[in-house]
């Protein structure tokens, strides 16, 4: 669905219960999975976002799931391989250390399009980084991370809402491209509370309804769920079978939001948390007579670059803002391709930009005294983070 | 006129893309003799694994998952967890189950997941061209042995049976050799009651069967079948490891 400049929710059309609940940002996923018809869910213990399973592990049981604590992450994406080719609706999740581990499982859940929805808690790496909120596995989650050509529609939402109901989405999402689907959150969404309302319950689907899934043959014909192909010809023809299947979600998947973009000069750019100390900033500058709007990719795979069309007559300027040392800021100048200036600002490790330092380098990009990209590593080495 | 031998129901009629001479098409062939006497066919999943039965799907006719190297008993356990009432095997090489996949196979029979495994230990990675395996035999050239495996260096070979056989997970162990037909007979007995416990739901199930790969181990197909009697056996010797009685879990 494409968003338009002032469509906040993505559920539009979705009846949402009256019922408002104050939930953990883990727990709420975990939840709304279930409520999506989720029944199988395989685990690894990882902070933060250790709530999941163990609401997970409580919960599924009731509902006639299966919650399985696997030996790593390793076993579990295998596992989410193993149930969402046999027609379950899976959910995984874990935070970046574990994620990194799941990447040869998710090259192979795309070459064989088996459908289920990976949550991603992000936080501080590389390596065992630390356990503080982070975004530095973007470009992990948007270009690749295992091997092969292959992508994943990836969702970067910016509240405990969205989370939910994009947890519905993601599902119907995954088994629409038989590819799996990945909630980017942080371990900021995950730890935090927020009042939430859950969209009524879609029920599982029965794994033998799916002609594709191995159930057993019945008496048919065999089917058969595998990612080797070794004649290069048919290889080939495999994969761009696949791009096809990746265009198409460029053209009906992508979503955005735009806040104060009706008369905005300058632009933020930030997705997830990060939005939300964005939307605090833009509100200070607008205070101080600086016109600034805020673009909000809600899908980093595929990536709106359509919201950029939109402004770049009139845009002066962008600012992408991240947890990271500057990743997502590349799609932003792909997206531009060099009709307006980009400025970057990020911190990482768990240190999270605060609307005043984004006011700071708004101010800056104003006045012109914006470091360009290259000198922006230069400053930042010299001590200026904050 | 009464048929008293033909191909198995469940046995695709194609050339396989096996060497001469090696025995996993003699293990295919008694996996589906006991998946057409056990009236399964239609029920059953596979899991192929990576290694020379990576295709093992052209010629078992059921439907099948291919999965990454190692890791055939994670997704045995997704596919299970998911159609408990479905049976679900793997069928895995040495390098696949020994090496990298030791910690899927481990615990799959940890949680007494209630799959069943064939395991080929041909004491080397066929596919890949001829290198060390865990469980290949100490002073035995391999590629990347080039001076016979060295204990010092390389350490022993690796019993899976017995080893799994101390979990209490683990329904039913049996490791058989695949050398002559009094053996095989004996391997086919040990596969059916292995997917017997499964149907049972007892827990997990492993067989091991000594295999040949005169390819890599670079001699003819009858001496392969005489070096895996008196070499590979006394290292790895034949019986059941477990056998676990009374009512399912
Ligand atoms: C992650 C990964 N590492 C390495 C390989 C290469 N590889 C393919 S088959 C194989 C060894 C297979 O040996 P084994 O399991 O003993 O089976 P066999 O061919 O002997 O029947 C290896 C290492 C791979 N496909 N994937
Ligand atoms: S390489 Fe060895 S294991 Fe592989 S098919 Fe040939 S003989 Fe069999
Ligand atoms: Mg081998």
């Given at each position: 669905?494409?968003?338009?400049?002032?469509?906040?929710?993505?559920?539009?059309?979705v009846?949402?219960?009256?019922?408002?609940?104050l939930?953990?940002?883990?727990?709420a996923?975990?939840?709304?999975?279930?409520?999506?018809?989720?029944?199988?869910?395989?685990?690894y213990?990882?902070?933060?976002?250790?709530?999941?399973?163990?609401?997970?592990?409580?919960?599924?049981?009731?509902?006639?799931?299966?919650?399985?604590?696997a030996?790593?992450?390793?076993?579990a994406?295998?596992?989410?391989?193993?149930a969402?080719?046999?027609?379950?609706?899976?959910?995984?999740?874990?935070?970046?250390?574990?994620?990194?581990?799941?990447?040869?499982?998710?090259?192979?859940?795309?070459?064989?399009?088996?459908?289920?929805?990976?949550?991603?808690m992000?936080?501080?790496?590389?390596?065992?980084?630390?356990?503080?909120?982070?975004?530095?596995?973007?470009?992990?989650?948007?270009?690749?991370?295992?091997?092969?050509?292959?992508?994943?529609?990836?969702?970067?939402?910016?509240?405990?809402?969205?989370?939910?109901?994009?947890?519905?989405?993601?599902?119907?999402?995954?088994?629409?491209?038989?590819?799996p689907?990945?909630?980017?959150?942080d371990?900021?969404?995950?730890?935090?509370?927020?009042?939430?309302?859950?969209?009524?319950?879609?029920p599982?689907?029965?794994?033998?309804s799916?002609?594709?899934?191995t159930?057993?043959?019945?008496?048919?014909?065999?089917?058969?769920?595998?990612s080797?192909?070794?004649?290069?010809?048919?290889l080939?023809?495999?994969?761009?079978?696949?791009?096809?299947?990746?265009?198409?979600?460029?053209?009906?998947?992508?979503?955005?939001d735009?806040?104060?973009a009706?008369?905005?000069?300058?632009?933020?750019?930030?997705?997830?948390?990060?939005?939300?100390?964005?939307?605090?900033?833009?509100?200070?500058?607008?205070?101080?007579?600086?016109?600034?709007?805020?673009?909000?990719?809600?899908?980093?795979?595929?990536?709106?670059?359509?919201?950029?069309?939109?402004?770049?007559?009139?845009?002066?300027?962008?600012?992408?803002?991240?947890?990271?040392?500057?990743?997502?800021?590349?799609?932003?100048?792909?997206?531009?391709?060099?009709?307006?200036?980009?400025?970057?600002?990020?911190r990482?490790?768990?240190?999270?930009?605060?609307?005043?330092?984004?006011?700071?380098?708004?101010?800056?990009?104003?006045?012109?005294?914006t470091?360009?990209?290259?000198?922006?590593?230069?400053?930042?080495?010299?001590?200026?983070?904050? | 006129?009464?048929?008293?031998?033909?191909?198995?129901?469940v046995?695709?009629?194609?050339?396989?893309?096996?060497?001469?001479g090696?025995?996993?098409?003699?293990?295919?062939?008694?996996?589906?003799?006991?998946?057409?006497?056990?009236?399964?066919?239609?029920?059953?999943?596979?899991?192929?694994?990576?290694g020379?039965?990576?295709?093992?799907?052209?010629?078992?006719?059921?439907?099948?998952?291919q999965?990454?190297?190692?890791?055939?008993?994670?997704?045995?356990?997704?596919?299970?967890?998911?159609?408990?009432?479905?049976?679900?095997?793997?069928?895995?090489?040495?390098?696949?189950?020994?090496?990298?996949?030791?910690?899927?196979?481990?615990?799959?029979?940890?949680?007494?997941?209630?799959?069943?495994?064939?395991?080929?230990?041909?004491?080397?990675?066929?596919?890949?061209?001829?290198?060390?395996?865990?469980?290949?035999?100490?002073?035995?050239?391999?590629?990347?042995?080039?001076?016979?495996?060295?204990?010092?260096?390389?350490?022993?070979?690796?019993?899976?049976?017995?080893?799994?056989?101390?979990?209490?997970?683990?329904?039913?162990?049996?490791?058989?050799?695949?050398?002559?037909?009094?053996?095989?007979?004996?391997?086919?007995?040990?596969?059916?009651?292995?997917?017997e416990?499964?149907?049972?739901?007892?827990?997990?199930?492993?067989?091991?069967?000594?295999?040949s790969?005169?390819?890599?181990?670079?001699?003819?197909?009858?001496?392969?079948?005489?070096?895996?009697?008196?070499?590979?056996?006394?290292?790895?010797?034949?019986?059941?490891?477990?056998?676990?009685?009374g009512?399912?879990?």
């Amino acid at each position: 669905m494409k968003m338009s400049a002032t469509n906040h929710s993505v559920n539009s059309g979705v009846k949402i219960l009256a019922e408002v609940v104050l939930m953990k940002g883990n727990e709420a996923v975990a939840e709304a999975a279930i409520r999506a018809g989720c029944r199988y869910f395989f685990g690894y213990p990882i902070t933060p976002q250790n709530e999941i399973p163990e609401y997970m592990a409580r919960r599924l049981p009731e509902v006639g799931g299966v919650y399985v604590q696997a030996e790593s992450e390793v076993a579990a994406i295998n596992m989410v391989y193993g149930a969402g080719g046999a027609g379950g609706r899976v959910l995984i999740s874990s935070s970046s250390p574990g994620i990194s581990l799941m990447q040869e499982g998710i090259s192979y859940l795309c070459g064989s399009e088996i459908p289920c929805v990976i949550v991603n808690m992000m936080r501080g790496g590389p390596g065992l980084g630390g356990i503080q909120p982070s975004q530095s596995d973007y470009f992990q989650a948007t270009k690749g991370g295992g091997h092969g050509d292959y992508r994943l529609i990836v969702y970067g939402p910016s509240s405990i809402q969205e989370m939910v109901d994009i947890m519905f989405r993601a599902f119907a999402v995954a088994e629409k491209y038989r590819n799996p689907v990945m909630i980017l959150g942080d371990g900021m969404l995950g730890q935090m509370m927020e009042p939430v309302s859950f969209p009524d319950e879609t029920p599982p689907p029965d794994p033998r309804s799916k002609p594709w899934a191995t159930t057993g043959n019945r008496g048919g014909k065999s089917r058969l769920l595998s990612s080797i192909i070794l004649d290069p010809e048919g290889l080939d023809a495999h994969n761009w079978r696949l791009q096809e299947k990746y265009r198409r979600a460029e053209k009906e998947e992508v979503m955005w939001d735009m806040e104060k973009a009706d008369d905005a000069e300058w632009f933020l750019v930030a997705y997830g948390t990060m939005a939300r100390v964005c939307r605090a900033a833009m509100t200070m500058a607008r205070s101080e007579g600086i016109k600034v709007g805020l673009i909000r990719p809600i899908t980093l795979w595929p990536f709106p670059k359509q919201a950029f069309e939109a402004v770049l007559p009139r845009a002066k300027g962008f600012l992408c803002v991240e947890m990271s040392t500057g990743q997502m800021v590349e799609d932003v100048r792909l997206s531009v391709e060099g009709r307006a200036p980009v400025y970057f600002y990020g911190r990482t490790g768990g240190a999270v930009p605060v609307p005043k330092g984004v006011l700071k380098r708004i101010r800056d990009m104003v006045s012109g005294k914006t470091p360009s990209i290259t000198d922006y590593y230069d400053r930042v080495a010299g001590g200026e983070r904050k | 006129m009464k048929a008293v031998y033909e191909r198995p129901r469940v046995l695709k009629d194609v050339a396989t893309h096996y060497c001469p001479g090696c025995t996993h098409g003699i293990a295919h062939r008694i996996l589906a003799e006991v998946i057409d006497e056990l009236g399964i066919q239609g029920n059953t999943v596979g899991v192929a694994s990576v290694g020379c039965s990576v295709f093992a799907y052209n010629y078992i006719d059921v439907d099948f998952q291919q999965a990454a190297h190692g890791r055939a008993p994670a997704v045995a356990t997704g596919i299970k967890r998911v159609v408990p009432d479905t049976i679900v095997f793997t069928y895995q090489g040495d390098g696949d189950l020994a090496s990298i996949g030791a910690a899927e196979v481990l615990h799959a029979a940890v949680r007494g997941e209630n799959i069943t495994v064939i395991f080929i230990n041909n004491a080397i990675y066929g596919m890949t061209g001829g290198q060390m395996a865990p469980t290949t035999l100490e002073g035995m050239r391999t590629t990347t042995t080039p001076l016979g495996r060295q204990p010092a260096i390389q350490g022993y070979p690796l019993r899976v049976s017995e080893l799994l056989a101390t979990v209490d997970g683990a329904a039913y162990i049996a490791r058989c050799s695949l050398h002559n037909a009094a053996n095989i007979a004996k391997a086919k007995a040990s596969i059916k009651k292995a997917f017997e416990t499964q149907i049972q739901k007892k827990g997990f199930s492993l067989v091991e069967l000594l295999s040949s790969c005169p390819t890599n181990w670079g001699v003819p197909p009858l001496e392969a079948l005489k070096w895996i009697e008196e070499k590979m056996i006394p290292v790895f010797p034949l019986g059941e490891f477990k056998v676990k009685e009374g009512d399912a879990r």
